[in-house]
């Protein structure tokens, strides 16, 4: 009797140590499993573990990009922010406030003499002059012989130069100011254009005119008047008239075919934006007309 007793508590112990046994071995295949996928690479489920923690989920990269310059550096070492755009759209249809002239004048600057060959107008509109007196020193540096000859021009000179050219047609004021604007609505009263070199159709055979074609863009200037576009521009085609508008932007309008007309209304753009100064370096240059 007493040996049967001793039989059934060894039954028992034996399997009180089998689940045991069993227990350890389950809790050390659990250990080894969160070790090998916290560790080793495999795949775990943790949505139920930071269901609770708040994440940020916001994509701030397209607004890093579109807050921080990003710069050219030109062949003679001077930097460009290639986002900064002066899009104000000056034509006949479209003239200047009556107080233009007087304004605009706080934001003009005088070009240095080694950028310009005329000494009767020798300011530019100072968002631009960085821009353009690297295009210049730029081509100087390739060899080309390139240089400011026509930048701002004040009302009263534009009036001068219009009057003279209705003269020459006999009168006809619509006729000369396809060749020369009115004051008011010529983009040399605004400080944001220049004629390089010459007002003649022979720059167009030489090599300033094709390397402009070429580089002009990488500094934010467009041909103002293609030879095909005179029924939107107004204005018959000057191969030596270019405008800033800002490198992405005279790129994006190159690759277009656009006038500065096809893209201002392309893009819904109003006007009269960046009438005075750097109005499109804090804000989208896409502004919505009202």
């Known amino acids: 009797m007493a040996k049967k007793k001793f039989d059934i508590r060894i039954a028992i112990i ?3 140590l089998a689940v045991l046994l069993a227990v350890v071995s389950t809790l050390a295949i659990v250990v080894a499993a969160d070790l090998i996928n916290n560790y080793g690479g495999g795949k775990t489920d943790v949505s139920s573990q930071t269901s609770s923690i708040p ?3 916001t994509d701030t990269s397209s607004t890093e990009s579109e807050d921080t310059p990003s710069i050219f550096v030109t062949p003679t070492g001077v930097e460009l922010d290639t986002k900064f ?5 000056i034509n006949g249809s479209n003239p200047l406030p009556d107080d233009y002239d007087t304004n605009v004048r706080d934001y003009l600057v005088e070009i240095d003499e080694n950028y310009r060959n005329n000494n009767y107008v020798t300011q530019i509109h100072k968002d631009i002059y960085p821009y353009i007196t690297a295009m ?3 081509a100087q540096a390739d060899g080309v012989d390139l240089k400011v000859w026509s930048p701002f021009r004040s009302y009263s000179i534009q009036n001068d130069l219009f009057q003279r050219q209705v003269e020459r047609v006999g009168g006809d004021e619509a006729k000369a100011a396809t060749v020369v604007a009115r004051p008011g609505t010529s983009e040399h009263n605004t400080g944001l254009c220049a004629d390089f070199n010459m007002a003649d159709d022979a720059f167009e055979q030489t090599a300033m005119f094709t390397w402009m074609c070429e580089n002009a863009e990488d500094y934010g200037f467009i041909l103002r008047y293609p030879e095909e576009k005179q029924s939107i521009t ?3 085609y000057e191969s030596w008239h270019w405008r800033f508008v800002g490198i992405e932007v005279a790129k994006e309008m190159n690759s277009l075919g656009m006038t500065l007309e096809e893209y201002v209304e392309y893009k819904n753009l109003d006007p009269t934006m960046d009438m005075y100064t750097d109005d499109s370096a804090s804000k989208d240059t896409e502004q919505i007309k009202d």
């Open 136 to 138: 210049v020193a730029a």
């Open 14 to 16: 034996a399997v009180l």
């Open 55 to 57: 994440v940020d989920n």
């Open 85 to 89: 755009s002066r899009l104000l759209l």
């Open 234 to 236: 107004g204005v018959i």
